[in-house]
């Protein structure tokens, strides 16, 4: 079973900076099987990322993903007010799926 | 546009089972392109893989939940749904139900319910 750990727990930071969130797996992660998701208080999470690099539809491009093997990276080029939220990588391997426990992205 | 909808009791006594259904909308359940399945939330907590299945009814488990959980398919209701047994406190989470697509990545969700353990 794959775990993954994201770093840091929470982000301060203020609107217009950088945002980097890392995702480490335990093990190596096809880079076709990495997700991100961003998710606001009493909403389901929304899928950013697939695929470790590729925007879901509708996702601005100040959002990019990168990385492969254990570690993966999400970047928010520049944060927008609407982005302080929490953030969630996901993983697949062998039929068995695993998220991290998320890193919140707060405003500083 | 697909939506899928969860339903089920959101208070369950403890030892007895959790049922929950998802309702899918706005397209067919009966595809190979999708992975329909679970996930939950325990209140201010992080994200769980409850469990995965194709809609010929193979399924894939959480190991720490596989003991207890029964997951099905209803193509003629386009509804999948879930069933976990014994429960006790530590399963009162907020449950979601999720469709997966490209690289297994979740595309879709439910709003998602809560569902309260007494």
Redesign the interface.
Known sequence: ?VVLTQSPGTLSLSPGERATLSCRASQSVSS????W?Q?KPGQ????LI??AS?R?TGIPDRFSGSGSGTDFTLTIARLEPEDFAVY?C?Q?GR????????TKVEIK | QMQLQESGPGLVKASEPLSLTCTVSGGSISTFTYYWGWIRQPPGKGLEWIGSMDYSGTTFYNPSLKSRLTMSVDTSKNEFSLKLNSVTAADTAVYFCARYSIGYSIDEWGQGTLVSVS
Do not use: I, M
Not at chain 1, 44 to 47: F, G, N, T, V
Not at chain 1, 95 to 102: A, N, R, T
């Open positions: 079973e076709s099987f990495l997700a998701y998710q389901a999470p929304r899928l697939y695929s590729t879901a969630y996901q697949y039929s068995l799926w695993s998220f991290g426990q998320g």
